[in-house]
């Protein structure tokens, strides 16, 4: 078996050991495990089932990554993107009001184009377009948006009719929570220590099982909704064979993407798929492009210019529509796998295994709420925001004003789609003010115009 799985993955050429490969995994799930309990909360918001968008995701995200172990033989975690899934429960379903499982359609359908266009190589061709300003800008705009949506969530901040936001201050006992998490979190990081998003979230838990004990022994007054809103133990065993939420899966969400594909004949229909084609290949690659700027030893063009990483990104959108979750994407937190010493796909697969077993945790899903889920978002945005320091600010305003509409209008406008296509433009308009318009290929050109044509949509 080792001599096998060393031939398989080419361990010692890439000069691993299957313990560090095992390890590498381990890592990479705890970093990304979050997404197990907070994906179904986001969907939720949806009106979604929250039982079956569990199980889609542990399964879908477990395929994606025995596909991308496998086949591409790469060491990065897939699963339901964060952001993605945001976009798809405010955006398109409460936003737009369509219906979620014709929004899961139209995730099924972009994952179809996007696996051809990934197939015919013209999606490397558009990677390899996109200025490396835009690229970091989107990094960066991306994890402010991500860390913007945690605070509202977890009441941190509240709406204001002075000043639109304000800090919703410690009566909300989830803004305790909340904070706690991020200072555990913070702690952990800066001791540099790889589990520090799971630390944070653990700490939140505690903390608000601690506030729901005094809510219950009378210290503290709560009321009903508040207190519902805190994290709980399970009311019977943790461990339990999964069945009551994969039966959810199949009589809600399993196919129903396949069923509504008719009702995406319409303007409204076509115009989401092409955000979600849109959406899917440009946020993989900006969090591959991400992905390499974490690591030293690992040369940024296997991370870009891997056509069989485009592949199986493709494959698992799809498996994740018909599965009942939003779309599924590379993971930025599995590179701490990479980080750990994994260098193969044997990584992938071994996160692929632990993701798989997290399904029989299911009862403690009561533990995790949006309080608790903040810490993680939030070092997500810390991680991502390093990422500002590769901007090219000293390139001329040409470089300058792109990347600063970019990363400002994610999280003002409520759209990663919007402030890449803002980015995209601006950066077009200013090249060509600059003089410098020349420089810009046919490819740029055609992502600028498709950019506008979005745009004209909205």
């Not at 494959?315 to 779309?327: A, E, N, Q, R, Y």
Request: proline share 5%; with cysteine; hydrophobic share 55%.
């Amino acid at each position: 078996m080792k001599n096998w799985l060393n031939q398989y993955f080419g361990i010692e050429a890439a000069n691993s050991t299957i313990k560090r490969e095992f390890t590498g995994g381990l890592t990479a799930f705890l970093s990304m495990s979050y997404v197990i309990f907070v994906n179904p909360i986001v969907l939720g918001r949806a009106g979604m089932p929250e039982d079956a968008v569990f199980m889609a995701t542990i399964l879908s995200s477990a395929i994606g990554m025995l596909i991308m172990g496998f086949y591409a033989k790469f060491p990065m975690g897939v699963a339901p993107c964060m952001s993605m899934n945001a976009f798809f429960a405010f955006s398109v379903v409460i936003g737009m009001g369509m219906p979620w499982q014709t929004a899961l359609a139209s995730v099924l359908v972009a994952a179809i184009l996007f696996l051809i266009l990934s197939l015919s190589g013209f999606r490397e061709k558009l990677t390899l377009a996109i200025p490396q300003t835009i690229k970091q800008a989107g990094n960066v705009g991306l994890g402010i948006f991500i860390a913007f949506v945690s605070f509202k969530n977890s009441g941190i901040i509240v709406p204001d009719e002075s000043m639109f936001i304000a800090f919703g201050g410690f009566k909300d006992p989830n803004v305790i929570i909340a904070i706690v998490g991020i200072v555990t979190a913070a702690f952990f990081l800066i001791r540099r220590n790889r589990y520090a998003v799971f630390f944070g979230m653990l700490g939140a838990a505690v903390c608000g099982l601690g506030l729901r004990f005094m809510a219950d022994a009378g210290i503290l007054v709560m009321g009903a909704e508040t207190l519902a809103s805190l994290p709980q133990l399970p009311a019977g065993s943790p461990v339990i064979i999964p069945t009551v939420p994969f039966q959810s899966m199949l009589d809600h969400t399993f196919l129903v993407a396949i069923k509504e594909i008719p009702n995406l004949f319409n303007p409204q229909g076509i115009m989401v798929v092409l955000i979600f084609l849109f959406l899917d290949f440009f946020g993989a690659s900006t969090t591959l492009s991400a992905a390499a700027s974490q690591i030293d030893d690992v040369p940024a063009e296997s991370f870009e210019n891997n056509k069989k990483v485009y592949i199986a990104d493709a494959i698992g959108v799809g498996i994740g529509g018909i599965l009942g979750t939003s779309s599924l994407a590379p993971y930025i937190e599995s590179v701490s796998g990479i980080l750990a010493g994994a260098r193969t796909g044997l990584m992938s697969v071994v996160t692929a295994g632990f993701f798989l077993l997290a399904a029989f945790f299911y009862p403690t899903l009561s533990l995790i709420t949006s309080a608790v889920t903040t810490p993680a978002m939030v070092l997500i945005g810390i991680f991502m925001m390093q990422n500002v320091t590769n901007i090219n600010w000293r390139g001329g305003f040409e470089e300058v004003i792109p990347a600063f509409i970019t990363i400002i209008m994610m999280p003002l406008s409520g759209s990663v789609a919007l402030g890449l296509t803002l980015g995209f433009v601006s950066y077009e308009l200013c090249m060509i003010f600059a003089g410098r318009g020349k420089e810009l290929g046919p490819v740029m050109h055609f992502i600028a115009l498709i950019s506008i044509a979005y745009m004209v949509t909205l």
